[in-house]
């Protein structure tokens, strides 16, 4: 008979390339308190988009969601549509951002900047 398996949800996942811009950022900034805060909001193309802002406080229902020496934020409305993507961050010809893969998006904008659920 086999043991019980613990499981812990990770509600958001961070690339190495969103941790080493996020953790520059950090640096730059001179401030180690900074977290990323990342949200939804209505509108875009596709019903839902997706927005990024630096965050000093945690507010007491929000999710912090912790990697090694830099961290995310999520509200609780923006969270439901969150769990289980990744955060990534991308540079190419259209300059550089931060992107979100969610799995949970049944639609995407071309640009991928908005989501429909």
Known sequence: MSG????????????DSAKARLR?????????ELKLRV???GGGCSGFQYG???????????T?????DV???????SYQYLVGSTVDFEEGLAGARFMIQ???????CGCGASFMV
């Open 4 to 15: 019980v398996a613990s499981f812990v949800p990770t509600p958001l996942l961070l690339s």
């Open 24 to 32: 520059s950022l950090v640096e730059e900034e001179g401030n180690r």
């Open 39 to 41: 949200y939804v909001t």
């Open 52 to 62: 990024f802002d630096f965050a000093e406080s945690v507010a007491e229902d929000d």
């Open 64 to 68: 912090l969601v912790e990697f090694d």
């Open 71 to 77: 961290a995310l934020v999520v509200d609780p409305l």
């Open 102 to 108: 969610n799995p949970n998006a049944t639609t995407t």
